[in-house]
């Protein structure tokens, strides 16, 4: 591939990547954040797809090709199930209003790069210039992690870091070894699925999955 | 070799699946603990063969050396116990066919993921055994159903689960400084080859990468500032689970800290690490101390005592001279006894006051010796008397603090273990010895009926609290892979 156009197309999935990260701060409505969450799936499988384009590397293409249907449909599919199941989809009143929440992205991004000054000056290859974006996402995803009220909500808050890390680790090194690969998006798909039984159980119990009524277990 | 490698996960992950296939009853019910004693026999065996020198298996996936080898006779000599009340705990909580089955494969599953974790070779299949714990038990957690347990279950699943994320992305970091420093893609998370070219690591992406890993696994072994799914999800979790999570899941992520450390002290010198585990340590033991001041639950308050512990071992771990090394590993061996008898009383202690209250238990002792008699020895082990193996650790771990200059620190762990131990044994001394409730609202005791244990509970206690006493008495063959476990861990 072309070096210029190599840059261009990563610089543009890095670019979507992000965008579906922020806009997921943006909305309220469940169903558009689990459309924006698979969004940034596809995003990050074009990612991977053309950092393995670039090398040439046959076996991180077909990572590619598991990572978009894993991050992009699998999980999203088992995130519709449980919205289904649940009835009223919209994140009623965050503890952070929209505008502030959209603030403290950008702060978060100048956190991300600040962070990420050494890695970026070990090797300053295209790549690698991108990873304060997918740190970035890492952040927003914590930040959705504490301030949603949801249950949904913070599962796409985990995901969402989950995919940030995945962007970083491909995009520092084309990925960790196989086995670990497999293993972490094994280790997710799992962690979703409990979450989501659980999210029914919570259902049962509580009649409704708004996490301000996990208030029994305190000290 | 590989066989002997492999033994320790097969045992518990065939018996998960026979419990798949056959379910819970009369013929399986104690296949648990068979594989339990199989593990520990394993670990013994793997133990004499590696204690000199590693062993790898499996295509190099596996390796064993002195530390592995003990860390898995820590995960048996707690499994054993645990899944010998396993059958007597389902049996009287009278738990439905399906639930049981479910009970016995993720209860082996679990210590099969533990075992994978100490064998694991590289820092990646360690993060998805540890990660596949958090998962196996969540449901675990969660057994019960009732609102309380359901919400422990997600906080335990959800703080767990972006905790140990945190670690994933410093192994990212790592691997990144690894290729860097020219380590091979096939071993670049491999602990041997990071901790052979530590010197040629990028010291800005490794100090990031070890904060990173330090932060995450520690959320797992319960350290502050990520300790807050702890005393929620030890104290929902039926007792024989408690026990293993509280005894040993620690424990093993605390390993993972272990390790970690042993590259960061190598490519950054004693200090990052140190800083990082001192910190993370007396914060855990100061939120220990305030949290049980005005605890009113008995398993919470054990829960809150494996937080002191914890953070005790990060201290130890962060002075770092071989004296402490030394303590730390007898530490955890000795706390995982004695906290997995404590947690199998609190199963029966449950039973006979119907609850977990504090309050509602008076005069134990009176009335059912055998479960008050553990308790309450488990409890004296917890809080450093002699003859157990906690005295001589904790002993071990603060006379290495003033002797390494670290006085300040070991000064402020013992302010605060003492503020712990007069808490603790405040109240295990009402419930135990106080006075029959007459009180309305406190449990109403059939005083004339003495509590009877089955045959094999009685066993777990003993067994547990006389394995916690033989390690304080003397360690006899132990000594050995204790030394060995500690030049490993870089400790001279």
Request: aromatic residues 6%; contains cysteine.
């Amino acid at each position: 591939m072309n070096h210029v156009l190599y840059v261009r197309l990563l610089d543009l999935a890095c670019g979507a990547f992000l965008l579906a990260g922020v806009l997921v701060l943006w909305r309220r409505d469940l169903a558009a954040i689990v459309r924006l969450f698979a969004a940034q799936g596809v995003a990050l499988g074009c990612l991977v797809a053309v950092l393995g384009v670039d090398a040439g590397d046959p076996e991180v293409v077909g990572l590619a090709v598991g990572i978009g249907l894993l991050r992009a449909v699998a999980l999203p599919w088992l995130l519709r199930r449980a919205m289904t199941a649940g009835g009223a989809g919209r994140e009623t009143d965050p503890r952070v209003n929209v505008a502030a929440s959209l603030m403290v992205a950008a702060l978060l991004a100048l956190l991300a790069y600040a962070v990420t000054r050494p890695v970026v000056a070990l090797d300053p290859a295209p790549a690698v210039r991108a990873v304060p974006v997918a740190l970035t996402v890492v952040l927003i995803g914590f930040f959705v992690l504490v301030t949603r009220r949801r249950a949904l909500s913070q599962v796409v808050g985990f995901l969402l870091v989950d995919n940030g890390i995945t962007a970083v680790a491909f995009l520092t090194t084309s990925g960790v070894p196989l086995i670990v690969e497999l293993g972490v998006s094994l280790d997710v798909l799992l962690a979703v699925l409990v979450l989501q039984v659980l999210t029914a159980r919570m259902r049962a119990a509580f009649g409704d999955t708004d996490l301000d009524d996990l208030r029994e277990l305190r000290d | 070799m590989t066989l002997l490698l492999t033994a320790p996960i097969a045992a518990p992950a065939l018996a998960a699946g026979a419990y798949a296939a056959f379910g819970w009853r009369r013929g399986t019910a104690w296949l648990g603990a068979v594989a339990a004693v199989a593990l520990l026999a394993a670990a013994i065996a793997l133990a004499v063969h590696a204690v000199d020198a590693p062993r790898t298996g499996l295509g190099g996936l596996l390796r064993a050396d002195a530390l592995s080898a003990f860390m898995l006779i820590v995960i048996g000599a707690v499994a054993v116990p645990a899944t010998l009340a396993g059958p007597g705990h389902l049996a009287a909580e009278r738990t439905a066919a399906r639930d049981a089955r479910r009970y016995g494969v993720l209860t082996q599953g679990f210590v099969a993921a533990m075992a994978l974790a100490v064998l694991a070779a590289s820092l990646g299949v360690l993060w998805v055994a540890i990660e596949a714990t958090t998962i196996l038990t969540a449901f675990l957690v969660g057994h019960r159903r009732t609102r309380n347990a359901t919400e422990a279950a997600w906080k335990y699943v959800v703080i767990c689960s972006t905790g140990i994320a945190l670690a994933f992305l410093g192994i990212v970091l790592l691997h990144f400084a690894a290729r860097h420093a020219h380590v091979p893609s096939s071993g670049s998370l491999d602990w041997t080859q990071l901790t052979a070219r530590a010197a040629q690591l990028d010291a800005g992406v490794t100090r990031i990468a070890v904060a990173l890993l330090i932060l995450g696994f520690g959320a797992k072994a319960g350290l502050a500032p990520l300790h807050a799914w702890l005393p929620d999800a030890h104290g929902q979790a039926p007792a024989p689970v408690s026990a293993l999570m509280s005894g040993v899941l620690l424990s093993v992520a605390f390993y993972a800290v272990l390790r970690v450390k042993v590259i960061a002290d190598a490519a950054l010198g004693a200090g990052p690490a140190r800083t990082l585990l001192l910190t993370a340590g007396l914060a855990s033991l100061a939120v220990a101390a305030a949290l049980l001041l005005a605890q009113r639950d008995y398993k919470r308050m054990l829960a809150y005592s494996s937080i002191e512990h914890m953070g005790l071992l990060a201290v130890g771990a962060a002075i770092g001279t071989r004296l402490a090394v030394l303590a730390v590993l007898l530490h955890i061996l000795g706390h995982g006894l004695a906290k997995s008898v404590a947690f199998l009383a609190s199963g029966h202690i449950g039973r006979i006051s119907g609850g977990s209250r504090i309050d509602a238990v008076r005069g134990l002792a009176a009335r059912a010796p055998l479960v008050a008699g553990g308790f309450g020895a488990a409890v004296l082990a917890l809080l450093g008397f002699p003859p157990f193996g906690p005295f001589a650790s904790e002993l071990g771990i603060f006379r290495a603090g003033f002797a390494a200059g670290l006085g300040w620190a070991a000064g402020i762990a013992l302010v605060l273990l003492l503020l712990v131990m007069g808490a603790l044994a405040a109240r295990t001394g009402r419930m135990l010895l106080g006075a029959p409730p007459d009180a309305p609202g406190a449990a109403k005791l059939p005083a004339a009926l003495p509590v009877r244990l089955p045959r094999a509970d009685a066993a777990a206690l003993v067994l547990g609290l006389l394995g916690c006493a033989a390690i304080g008495i003397g360690l006899g063959p132990l000594r050995t892979l204790l030394d060995h476990a500690a030049t490993v861990l870089g400790a001279h």
